[in-house]
């Protein structure tokens, strides 16, 4: 991608294949710590890879910001390990971005930087689901964070409301992230875009496809991974 700068940290040393990549562009924003992230790890898996990000161009130039992606260890059985994971992400990784950021502003700008609170934008592979103990534990965070999808996109709670009132199922609402059959069939939501609607607009998102167009699940011909793609697009809140 031209422009762009990429950086990949594989999830251990023992298999590059798999990990956690993040791409911005250039020529718009400036990463903090000469363009290299903030690397967590539980033991020897990597956890997370933080950015602390600024615009250098356009009307919010100079505008701080912090990215975070993530790919939790998965398979049933390890709930309580993507819960650990998740709280060395939020703990070490976010909220020490914040303190960064909230710390240089009061530094510079004098006073007003304890009650700063930075755009934050939590993206990746959960390998859990909402009703998880991870997503839980970001969903509960004091920064407010919530899913860019769920915007657009019924829960499955609102869903079986919306299925008693209007007595139909053949329409199905909420929306899924993979879909595919290892041991079992599995469709579930288990990737997120996870961002702080006070500071952050959602405007948009890319629709998931409709199950039936992949009659064969995942991976397919126009969808290469068991996992969707996801794209949200945002605008920074007035401040």
Known sequence: MSGYR?????????????????????????????????????????????????????????LPFIVAGTHLKAKRGFEEKREAQGAVLLKYGVERAVRRIKEYQEKVEGGNGKDYIPPVVVVGDFNDTKDSLV????????????????????????????????????????????????????????????????????????RVPPLSSLPHRLPAVNYPSDHLSLLATFQFQKQ
């Open 6 to 62: 990429g950086i990949y940290v594989p999830k251990n040393s023992s298999d590059s294949r798999d990990g956690t990549a993040m791409f911005y562009l250039e020529a718009k924003i400036k990463v903090d710590g000469q363009g290299k992230p903030l690397v967590l790890q539980q033991g020897s898996a990597q956890v997370a890879l933080v950015l602390i990000c600024e615009l250098i161009e356009g009307e919010r130039k100079g």
């Open 135 to 206: 997503c839980k534990k970001v969903l509960e965070h004091p920064l407010g964070l919530r899913s860019a999808y769920d915007k657009f996109y019924l829960t499955e709670e609102e869903e079986e409301e919306e299925k008693k009132k209007y007595a139909s199922n053949t329409k199905l609402s909420s929306y899924y992230t993979t879909y595919k059959k290892r041991e079992e069939e599995t469709c579930r939501e288990i990737d997120y875009i996870f961002y702080t609607p006070s500071t952050l607009n959602c405007s948009g998102v890319l």
